[in-house]
Every structure is written in C-alpha cells, then in structure tokens.
C-alpha cells in the first residue's frame, strides 16, 4: 500500500473547495459576535437606531453565507472520504488478490474480510468527515484566538492557559484509546471468524448437536469484546468531562475577570460580551476533541494493521521478465521435483514426463502427496527442488497468468460462486465463452441433464459453495468449469468421487474423447486411471510403481491390490475362505 | 428458489419503523434503574448547562453593572463549584450509560447467533455467509451510537430544547416567541429531508451488505480464482460493488447534509428576529444588555440541540435499517425446533422405521423428492443406500437426524415419533458424516471430542485408532496437540476425513450415517477404515451411502433409491438374482474397475 497521504494527494482540488468552504463559514461565524458587539455598543447603549436594519440583515446574511457554506464543505468532504475509501479498498484488494496461497493459509478469511471492510471504513471517515473536523477545529480555534487578541490580549491570557490543558488532556486519551483499539480491532476479527467458522461448518454443529457449545464459544468472544469497549469507555469517561470542565471554567474566567475590567473601565461592556461570545465558540472545538482523537486514534490503528496486511511478501511472485510461450501445446516435465513444507518431506525426488495429448493417472495413499503435485502445478507453491517444465520452460520463468490460464483444475474440495450455473461454468473468461460452449462444457462433465432440470435451467443461482445442490452435482459443474476453460492441460484431483458409478463412467468416457488436451488425472479408483497411458502409485512422498494398467497389474504390487479390492474380488475371496471354514 | 448473491440487493419485509424502534428500546428498559440513575445524572449536568448563561448574565447585567467587586468573585466561586459537579456527573453518566449500551449490544448479538443457530439449512443455503456475519457484527455495532445517543444525547437535547424555551418565555415571552418564530419551518424542512434520506439510506446499507458478501466469497474461493486466472474478473465485479457502496453514499450525504444548512439558515433568522423585534418592537429599554447576550446564548445552546437531534434522526434512520435486517432473522422461524412437550429419547436400540413418508422441499412443494416410502431398518442392520445422483440418498438420511421434516408420514425410531422427541437427544445419539469435512480451528484433540467434550484421552485415542488415523496424528509434530484450521492447512482430505471418523465414533453414536463420506480415502486406506468401522458398527444400526461395491456389498440390506423412493431392497444375493437395476449398475461399475 503506498502512504495514506498518496490517496488523498488525488482529491486535493477537492480537499481545497471543501477547505475554502469552512474557512468561509468560518470566518462568517467570526464576524457574527463582532455584529451583536455593534448591536449592542452602538444601537442599543449609543441609541443609533438607523443602524439596526443594516445589522440584523448582516446575521441573516451570515446565516444563509453559513447555510451555503457548510453544505459545501460536508457534502465535498463526504465524497472525498468515501471516494479515498474507494481507492483504498481497491487496491487492497487487489494487492490481497494477488497474495499466495501462503498468505491464505496463515490469515483466515474472517481476518482478511476485517482489513478490508471494517478497517477501510474507518480510515475513510478520517480522511473524510473527521479529518476535515478536525482541522475547522483548529482554524476555528486559532482564529478565535486571533479576534480575542485584536478585542483585548490581557484577557486572552485565560483560554490560553487553558488550551493546552485541554490538549494534553486529548493527547493522553488518544494514547490509551490507540491501544485498546488495537484490541478491539483483533476482537473484532475473532468475532468475525467465530461466527464465519460456525456458519461454514454448520452442517457439522447440527450433526453433533453442538450448537449449545458454539453459543458459548461465541459467548466468551461477544463477552470480551464487551469488556473491550467497557475499558474505552473508560478511557473517555476518564478525560472528556475533564475537557468539559477546563471549557466551562475558562467561560467563566473570562466573564469575571473581564468583569473586573470593566468595573475598572478598561473595557466596554459591549467587548465583554463579544469577547465572552468568542469564549463559548472556543469551547465546542476542544469538546470535540476528545472525540476526534477517539476516531482517528482508531482509524490510524486499522490503517497500520492495512499497511502490515498488504505488506506481507507473497511467496510465490511473477518474474521480473516472464519468458512468453507463443503457443502452450501442454507438454509437463518433472526433474528430481522434491517439495518440503514446515520442515516436512511431503516429495521426493518425483520424475514424470507427460507428451501432449497424453493422459497420466497418479494414484496413492491419502497424505502420500497427491495434491502437493497439482498445487506444484499451478504455483500456489514453489518446489524446493528440482524443477517443473511446461513445454520444456521452466513454469517459475512464466507469468502467472500464462501458467494458469494453460491449466484447468478440478479440485477435490468443490467451491462454487454465489451465482448463476452459467457464470460459474464461466469463471476465468466471462467475457468470450458463449452459451453454446458452456452447454458443451456441461453435456461433457454430464451435468446437462440435472442442470436442464432446474428451475431457470443454466440462469438459476446456485448459493455460496454450491449448497442447494448434491455434492455429485457440484463436483460435475466444477468439472464444467475447468472443461470450458479449454486449456491445453487439464488436471482432475479426485474430481469424481462423489459421482456415482454410471456418471461417472460417463463423464470419463467424455473426458477420453476429447483431444488435443494433456490430462492428469488423481483418483482413489482404478476405474478412474486405467485408460491412462501411464500411472503412477505414490507411497512415502515417491513414486512406488509406474506402468499402464496392464503393466502395473502384471506386477502385482499395490496398484494390484487396490484393484482387488475395488473389484470386491478380496471380499469375494474372504466369504469364500469363511465359507470354507 | 430465493437465492441472494452479492449482486442482489436483500429483499427486507416492510416493518413500521416505530415497531423497530419499540423492540430495540425493549432491550434497554432491562436496565431501568441504571438508566434512572444516568437520568438523575444527566439532569445534574444539564442544570449546570442552563444556569451557566444566567450566571454570566447575572455578573454582568447586576456585578458588573453595580461594580460589586465581591460578589462577582464569590458568582465565579460558585460557578467552579458547580462546574466540578458537572465534570463528577458527566462521568458517572458515561460510565453507567455505556455499560448499559455495551450489554445491550452484547445481548442482542448473542440473542441473534442464539437465534442463527436454531435455523434450518434452508436459511443457511439462501444467502452467503458474508450476509449473515454482516449482521452479527457489523449491523450490531452501528446501533451502538443509537442507543447511547438516545439516552445521553437525545433526552438531553430535548430537555435543554424544553429548558431554554421555558426559561426564554419566562424572561420576556415576547423576545422568545420573536427567537423561536422559525422553529415550525425548520421542523417542516426537517421532515422533508428524512423522509428522503431514509430510502437512500438503506440503499447504502445494501449495498454495504453486498459488497460484503462479496469480498467474503471471494477470499473463501481465492484458489479457484487464481487458478482459474479470474482476477481480472473478480476485480471487476468487486470495483462494481465497491462503485455501487460509494454512489450510493454520496446519493445519500447530498440529501443528509442539506440538515446543516437548515439549522445554520434557522439559525441566522432567529437571530435576525431576536435584535430586530427586541430592539425595534418591544424596544431596548424594555429588554436589558445582560439579557440579550443570555438570549444570544440560548439561541445558540437551543440551536444546537436542535442540529443533534437532527442528526440523530439521521443516525435513527440509518441504523434503523440495520435493526430491521438484525430482527428479519431473529424472526425467521426455527423451522426444525423441539415441539412444545417434547420428551428426551432414552437411549435407543436403534429400529428406524419410515411409514408413507413422503418429501418435498418447501421452496418446491409441488415437486415430491420422496414418495410414500416405508421400510424399517432392524437395530444392528447395516442399510446401504444406492442409486443415480439425485435420487434421494441424502434425502433419507437428511430426514432420519431432523435436519427437514418430513411433509406426509412418519418416522420412528424405536418407536418414538421423531417431532415427538427433543432435537438434542436424538442427534446426540446420531453419527452423522457428511459430504464435506469440516474441522474447526483448534487442535486435533478438540475436534475428535467436537461431539463429546467429555471423553478421555483412552476414548479418544481408541476411536482414532479404530479408523486408523492414529498413525498419521502420531507422526505430525505435536501429535494430538497438533492445531488445525478451517481449511485443514497441512492434513490431505484424507487424513481430514479419517478426524472426522475418529470424531464420529469418540461420540459413539446409536444410528450411522455415512454420506459418501469415504469417497475420498483411497482404497488402502479405506479397507483400514473398514475394519475398523465394521467393529463399531456392531450393535449400530447404519445406513451407509456409498459409490464403492466393497462398501455397498458387506451391507445387510441394499436399498436402490429412484424415482421418489426405493425401487429394489434385499441382500447384494438376491438383488443380483433379481437381475434390475442393481444387477445393471454392479455390472457396469464392475467393468470400469
């Protein structure tokens, strides 16, 4: 993020007409006592009635001046705010767009959805609404401070030896509020993350009957957060009446010695009354004081928790000069990849070569490393040795986008966007796939049928992660999705297990069909790698066998196994044996 | 079906606002006796606030005037004296009054998690979370100044507002009438203003809710929108509701802020009618310097109560939205609940018996999912369900644990209607595993207890060591104190779902469901996880939904699930001697593998 002070650099026409804005109400508001001094001095004790007229009209005109005045500066300084906001959150959010599949494992989304939605809002009311209040704040109080020297200096002394009490007053608030913001900003995102974990896993907590437990575990959050804001009231409560009290105090000090004055006869009685209206205006600019410091104490305290955020390194990054395949034709490559993660081998020393157009099935152990491959694949992480070649580059010298456009991936753990069938088939190029081609797509992944079935067919909303749909149905949209990407390579991790036996077979025999494609594909069953022109069957973060279905069959090792018992002709054999027995 | 996304603004139910604001001021009168003490505090204060300008006027228009040097010295005594009771009372009131304002907040929020707890998946499915915890805690906060404002600010304000019109009109009604000539326009000009802002400001609170939900599903989907590329899309789509947030603010301020401009030209007009009726109507001599400059004072000290109140009506207005959508869920019934004379079901054999069930989404009445289906699964039987996608598998095991009831029939379990017993008591004795594994953040330990907190290190380590995912905890650095996340982090899909097992069996439930929820061990694993389940099964009645032939054929019982119920039920034996469905589905599968 570039320094608050760049955002707001773009406004600054802006910031000037509200700025002019409020030292002209400003300056109307100063000349409103001088006016009911005149009043007074003049009309009322010296009796120069023909002045009246002129004078009164003067405090209307000043009103409407105000009126006119005041509106400009809230309104420009309201859209400045929420505008400085806008830019903010944009480019947050790209910055947070771009950051690594890392960055998501360290900071869950309850976290990220805080920085930019809470945290922006406040920093845009400082640099908005508050900021500029803060500023009318100290012009009004410096040019006050200004026309109580022209009436009289002497008496000026009071306010000024109040002001900077009031001052160190509000420095001190803000010091405390600053921290405890801090907390109530991290509460703020457990609160967030609490709830966001409980909704997400909701299907969990009912299952369990957990949802007495989930309310209390809310309940110690909520609690705290109350405490939080308790101990911020405190803070307040601790210094704004102080603040109130030094004002009121400074009124009356003026009134009295101002008072002695004109017993004295160094003042007219129409200057004490101006002067004591001068005071009551200075009063409300230090009341608001201790407000201010509240919110841009608070607003700093989100801003560097912003900075901090979108300052973190991704992990992954594009080259500084991506070399440009002019065509990816989907050739992969493997050399030595190894990849530990945290201290902990999850691969070794991995070979493979896969030719365009070929298929690779990739079998093994849960945890055995299956997925690690295909996220190595798609650079969410970088491998810590060895390399991987799309077309004989090496993918750290590509762009990220180039990479992951020539990829589609189904991913085991299906997540579908709030939206309709035919954006979320969509997905990664809205703008060029017509309806005819997510059709295709969806025939392909046998998901036309179900889909034709819904209520406003390839145009109904499907909600956040697909819910509302079977977990079959929701695996073969997102297998719709990565077809239509029509990308030279396309990678299925277990993309089918929720299908049942004829879809899936089905969709398989669609996937074999079309060309011009390199596939991998992960699975738990054979029926899913067979066809393909090479398997292989990790165990201990390697590869153990290698072959085609034949081959691997013939050599009797896990692979062989796995069939046995998938076939159920170990099951068969065990009922044999008991029967036997 | 109603599905909101982040495009779509939320459909609200129209409520009279004063019904809102009845039901949120509900939530503060549980404090009556703080906020009488708040009230008691803030008369105080406000007292000192009105004597203020009567004390300057007295020391000038009698003191000063008469050059009684004493007396103006012993007036600013008294003033000191008073204004340090105004400083004890104005913190007393805060801390008191934001006590009060704190709890409430933390009631209503508890009150509506409480609530979101009890809904059905129906609510959950219809919108994005992103909405929902809108609600929980941003909705919630901004009510914060409403309720503090109201009792610290607003009574005030119209105390002072009454106060100062008092004291005017009894100092010289004449004058006060002149000053407060404006008031009925600027009221006039007020209600104009709001009954415009209003709209347009829940508007904005919409589109707030939108763009929300869209920075939430966006980051909960990151991986599919880098590895799709789709940043520039979803950078797009996020600019539209981050343009459509600021237009809609700025449509609102340009009508809101107009309120200034009233309050200042009132204002203005009332100071124009005080010196020029005062001094040309009822005449000067008539009125006294002293008590112009206290009339200029209360001008300005009734004007500016008048601007807050102003404001926050403002402020009223646009909470008020975020009090209606908080209560929009607290008033969305519970559709599954415990029935009034609801009775705990004593720990069960496990006979779950279905009679002429019959199932219909309510958002899709006419459409049965299942029709008039019976059967009765013995305890101890092992029911595998089958059949294409979208039959209704999940629809019966749905129906079993209460998470829909059912629209015609009933269902027993050991003969106890399933409405007739207490939600609690029957899931308690329920295992459910569903498609998706879900692990909360926290350690291993925790989330295999998730179901029962109470279970020894013994129990725990037995269960996990029954679906085999001992082992694997074991070799992770700190083994059963391992912390996990939402996501899983460093565990496969896999290993998750052998912690979900493990989390299922430590709860030691009566009846199993399992919902394909092995599809995504592989096969090794998976025969561990068999044995070690068929141990546990004993004396459980389950029903397994299940797209593998090993799984499907150690069942008691198949069940081929179709065209609203089931369409062949016996042993693996005589299905495939009946030579339908199943006989066609086993063969198919049976080539592929």
Known sequence: MKPLVYYMKRYWHLYLLGFLGMIISVGLDMMAPQITRRIIDEVILEGKTRLLLSLVLGLLGIGAGRAVFQYIKEFTYDYIGVSVGRDIRKDLFGILQKMSVDFFDRHNTGEVMTRAKDDVDKVWMVTGFVGILAVEAAVHTVMVLFFMVRLNPLLTLIPLVALPLIGLCAVRMEKGLGKVYDKISEETASLNTVAQENLAGVRTVKAFAREPYEIQKFGRHNRRFYELNMKQARILADHQPVVSFLGKSMLLGVVVAGGFQVMAGGMTLGDLGAFAEYANNVIWPMEILGWLSNDIASAFASWRKIRRISQEKPEIENPAHPVVLPEVKGEIRFEHVGFQRDGHEILKDINLVLKPGQTLGIMGMTGSGKTTLVNLLQRFYDVTEGRILLDGVDIRDLSLSQLRASEAVVMQEVFLFSDTVSENVRTGRKEELTMETVEWAARKAGAHRFITGLSQQYDTMIGERGVGLSGGQKQRISIARAIAKGTPLLILDDATSALDMETEGLVQNNLKETRGCSKIIIGHRISAVRHADEILVLRDHQVAERGTHEELLRRKGEYYRTWQVQSGQLSERREEEEACR | ?593
């Open chain 2, 1 to 593: 079906m109603q599905v909101n996304t982040s495009r779509q603004d939320e459909l609200q139910r129209e409520v009279p606002k004063s019904e809102t604001l009845a039901r949120l001021y509900k939530y503060m009168l549980r404090y009556k006796r703080t906020l009488a003490a708040v009230l008691a505090l803030v008369l105080v204060t406000l007292g000192v606030t009105l004597v203020t300008p009567l004390l300057i006027e007295q020391a000038v228009d009698v003191y000063v005037a008469e050059g009684n040097r004493r007396g103006l010295l012993l007036l600013g005594a008294a003033g000191l004296i008073l204004f340090l009771i105004f400083m004890a009372g104005t913190r007393g009131r805060m801390l008191l009054m934001e006590g009060v304002t704190n709890r409430v907040l933390e009631t209503i929020r508890q009150e509506l998690y409480t609530h979101i707890q009890t809904l059905s998946f129906h609510f959950f499915d219809s919108r994005p979370t992103g909405k929902i915890l809108a609600r929980v805690v941003g909705d919630v906060n901004s009510l914060k100044e409403m309720y503090s404002d109201s009792v610290t600010k607003l009574l005030p304000d119209l105390l002072t507002v009454t106060g100062v019109a008092v004291i005017m009109l009894a100092k010289n009604w004449k004058l006060a009438l002149a000053a407060l000539l404006t008031l009925p326009f600027m009221a006039a000009g007020m209600f104009l203003i709001q009954t415009k802002a209003h709209r347009l400001w829940q508007i904005y609170r919409k589109k707030n809710s939108n763009l929300n939900a869209f920075i939430h599903e966006n980051f909960s989907g990151i991986r599919i929108v880098q590895s799709f590329a789709a940043e520039k899309e979803a950078m797009k789509e996020f600019n539209e509701c981050n343009e459509a947030f600021r237009t809609s603010f700025i449509d609102a301020v340009r009508v809101a802020d107009l309120f200034s401009a009233l309050v200042e030209i009132t204002w203005g007009a009332g100071g124009f009618l005080l010196y020029f009726i005062g001094i040309r109507v009822i005449g000067a001599d008539q009125v006294g310097v002293g008590t112009f400059m206290a009339f200029s004072t209360y001008l300005g000290m009734f004007w500016s109560p008048v601007r807050n109140l102003a404001s926050f009506y403002n402020k009223i207005i646009t909470n008020l939205s975020a009090a209606e959508r908080i209560f929009d869920i607290m008033d969305t019934p519970a559709q599954i609940t415990d029935q009034p004379g609801a009775y705990p079901l004593p720990r069960v054999r496990g006979e779950v018996s279905f009679s002429n069930v019959s199932f219909a989404y309510t958002d899709e009445p006419e459409r049965l999912v299942l029709k008039d289906v019976s059967f009765t699964a013995k305890p101890g039987e092992t029911i595998a369900l089958v059949g294409p996608t979208g039959a209704g598998k999940t629809t019966i095991v749905n129906l079993i644990s209460r998470f829909y009831d059912v629209t015609s029939g009933e269902i027993r379990i050991d003969g106890h209607e399933l409405r007739q017993v207490t939600l609690e008591s029957l899931r308690r004795q329920m295992g459910v595993m569903t498609q998706d594994t879900f692990l909360f953040t926290g350690t291993i330990r925790e989330n295999i207890c998730y179901g029962r907190p109470d279970a020894t290190k013994e129990e725990m380590i037995a269960a996990a060591k029954a679906v085999n995912a001992h082992d694997f905890i074991m070799e992770l650095e700190q083994g059963y104190d391992t912390v996990v996340s939402e996501r899983g982090g460093q565990l496969s899909i896999g290993q998750r779902q052998l912690l979900a097992f493990a989390r299922t069996m430590v709860s030691d439930p009566r009846i199993l469901i399992l919902d394909e929820a092995t599809s995504s061990i592989d096969s090794h694993t998976e025969l561990l996880v068999q044995e070690g389940i068929q141990k546990l099964l004993e004396n459980r009645t389950s029903f397994v939904i299940a797209h593998r032939l090993s799984t499907i054929r150690g069942a008691d019982r198949i069940f081929y699930i179709d065209r609203q119920g089931i369409l062949e039920a016996g042993s693996h034996q005589e299905l495939m001697e009946k030579k339908g469905a199943y006989y066609r589905l086993y063969q198919s599968s049976r080539q592929e593998a």
